[in-house]
């Protein structure tokens, strides 16, 4: 391999595709959502291509719309993280597997224990995405009257991040001794009891599982907001990240391996990877083609409801081909509503144009040939952009043959992705160190 | 197959075994906690022999005992049930899979969630073992100062199960009707909201997966309190229990199946599995000689704190060789502490006794040849004091092999265990019947 820099790539995986349309497009599986046997030959194609990982997004309610944009949606429903993950585990060697969970509506021992358990059994391939959840619905499926506001999700978070990482570290990596002769199946001066009591959380441990292969699982986490970035430069090792210009990337690669030399983290510790929906064509007209047909697959009732969902508020009431109202804070996703509001102050765009794009795939696109979507990607990489990024595939399976047939060919020819694996583990996948035991040298 | 009474069989399943000695049993795979590659070869070959299911029994907590006994236990730690039986969903096709899981400690939007993606990965095979947790530590890992009472637990877990089977009929069988010309993905009209708030639970629903293939997955339980054989006789599909004389077998079974004929419901839709410990030998002697030696890897140590745990209450006070004194009530598992506390009485035993008991295995065995095991499995199913057995094997991996290649084609030849599976999914197997949709006809 080369001295160059690498891409590091993901596959920002919902089973037919997070674009509201790609359940309709010719060639795609509608019932994947249920039906393992597509998922299953998704991650063996990923994994013959040399993805850094398998990244399974999440919603803890079916989406927050109207029913009649609702029952158009494919992303109401489908298989829950840890037993998908943990079902490719078993069929997979080499390729990591990042599971969304939410520090809001769990709790940090089953995390914990999970996220351990999936680290063992694929040998090392488990990544944890850090979520708190932004659908005010899934609340209400779990018993709260009101939905945490952000930065109270986000002070939660931070805690939890400290039990689960704490509850990791029961035991020493050489706690498990299993003397046959003499009967001590591990040393009890090698496990701690947490016995934390925060703010949040009382939690006692210790975990009733031995420390992940990896130490920890691989600590992913998304949000860009201030809250966000400070926790991501403080935890993270991977950022799936949602710029959607050069420029505003760079910014924000610049902020968040700032905010780590500041206090003391190697930038090279953490990995930023920018969602990027790619659209592949022989030409850029063809590839230009494909989205717009991909795009028109999504009805208006869709869109406007997708478009409330971002902006955690409801504009169906206005004028569609006029301008967007201003909209109050609100508990939904900043960034999210940032990106929009800054696209339809800068772009001039109407209340349809605006729901069009949220319906349909409003962030980071490269769409064109393999050649230019290399170049993008390189340039990307060169010029401090990202570090890779999380693909997101426009429509199941052909996005993805497209990709992997040929995008990814391009990119190792350039010597700027993996031909084979190095490693066995996600941390040696990304180049990450593996964590001390804060309670054991 | 004959038209003979069929046993059911379960492998009641810890990574090592259930026996505190198992690990240092000569061939033992003392690393098969954290091993996935053992827990495999198990799985499929209990599926080659053509068990009913794969049962996970599981801990919320390290074992509460002291730190002497505890290192000498290899069932601290092992596998989480959810993360282990996905894995073994994706390498298996037709053997069931039961998980456990509390209904104290979980919420159930997430335990109705996973029970379905389960079931959908796995094709029709997977089982609910609903516990209510007696470890009083569990609490202290989930932010309870208290441990909730043996009532209480009861009255929720109740609750819990109504909330989870009615977010498993969030949507009718055929709502999903994916209709990619009109862009429709489901009839809203085959939603139901269920919008639940009861005493201890307030859930709004719908789950956001479709409804689980076997409509719900199968209802395991385990309790044989007074509270808890109501609740099977309302609720159970597989009864886990634990009597270990055919006349208390017969008793427990003519009083729940009894139960369920009072409220309604078909006697033939719960199975009733007692636990059975099967020691295979060549001779009866033999057999007993593997026993004895399995028995002596126990440290007294080891023993004392089962046998506490196991009474919820701590009588290492006392003379090993005295009586065992008066056991005030607990919160510990009623029907583990009736069954030791009967032992001691009508064996006179002393408390070392007692405590070797509860260190190894204190309920029914069957040791002996094949044909004995045979005979004695053929007398339960016979006289009614069960539809089969949760099989636990003493050691693993060769007490797993005695069973399936020496056991079962005897069970076989008599034409009261399965040559096929004749079925796909674990309802099949079991011959429980698919049920309705309580919102959808």
């Known amino acids: 391999m080369s ?14 595709s997070i674009h509201t349309g790609a359940w309709r497009y010719p060639g795609a599986y509608p019932d994947a959502n249920f039906n393992f046997s597509h998922l299953k030959h998704f991650a063996l194609k990923l994994e013959a291509a040399k993805f850094d990982a398998f990244f399974m997004a999440d919603h803890l309610a079916v989406l927050d719309m109207p029913l009649k944009a609702l029952k158009r949606s494919h992303t109401v429903t489908s298989f829950e993280p840890f037993t998908l993950l943990s079902a490719l585990a078993a069929i997979t060697e080499r390729i990591g597997l990042v599971a969304t969970a939410s520090t809001t509506f769990e709790t940090p021992y089953h995390i914990a224990r999970r996220f351990a358990s999936l680290d063992h059994l694929s040998n090392g391939r488990a990544g944890w995405n850090i979520v ?48 046959v002769e003499a009967g001590i199946y591990f040393d009890p001066s090698k496990m701690h009891i947490l016995d934390h009591h925060g703010p949040s959380l009382d939690v006692r441990g210790p975990l009733n599982i031995a420390r992940p292969v990896q130490g920890w699982p691989v600590i992913v986490q998304a949000g860009s907001s201030e809250a966000g970035r400070q926790l991501a430069a ?55 083609a494909k989205r717009a047909h991909l795009d028109s697959l999504v009805d208006y009732d869709s869109g406007i409801a997708s478009l409330n969902g971002m902006l955690g508020h409801d504009v169906s009431g206005y004028d569609p081909d006029g301008p967007l109202p201003e909209i109050p804070e609100t508990n939904a996703s900043r960034s999210a509503r940032a990106r929009l509001v800054e696209a339809a102050r800068t772009k001039n765009l109407t209340i349809r144009q605006l729901a069009q794009k949220a319906g349909s795939y409003a962030g980071l696109a490269f769409v064109g040939t393999p ?20 693909i997101m595939f426009p429509y199941l399976p052909e996005g993805l043959d497209d990709f992997i047939e040929r995008v990814v060919p391009e990119l190792q020819r350039r010597g700027i992705f993996r031909i084979e694996y190095e490693g066995q583990t996600l941390r040696d996948h990304l180049g990450l160190p593996r964590p001390h035991n804060r309670f054991f040298a």
């Not at 001295?3 to 037919?16: E, V």
Request: aromatic residues 10%; proline residues 3%.
């Open 371 to 390: 050649t230019m979507i290399a170049d993008a990607m390189e340039q990307w990489l060169r010029e401090e952009g990202s570090d890779g990024f999380n």
């Open 234 to 288: 403080e935890v993270a090792e991977v950022v799936f990240a949602a710029e959607s210009t050069l420029a505003a990337a760079q910014a924000f690669y610049a902020d968040v391996k700032g905010r780590m030399r500041t206090i003391g983290r190697d930038p090279d510790h953490l990995k930023i990877l920018p969602a990027a929906f790619v659209v592949v064509g022989d030409s850029i007209e063809e590839a230009q």
């Open 132 to 179: 708190t959840t932004a659908n005010p619905d899934a609340a209400l499926n779990f018993g709260y009257k009101d939905h945490m506001d952000h930065d109270a999700r986000y002070i939660r978070a931070r805690e939890f991040y400290d039990v689960v990482t704490g509850l990791w570290d029961s035991f020493a990596d050489d706690a498990f001794i299993r003397d």
């Open 3 to 16: 001295d160059q820099r690498q891409l590091h790539l993901g596959a920002f995986m919902r089973p037919i």
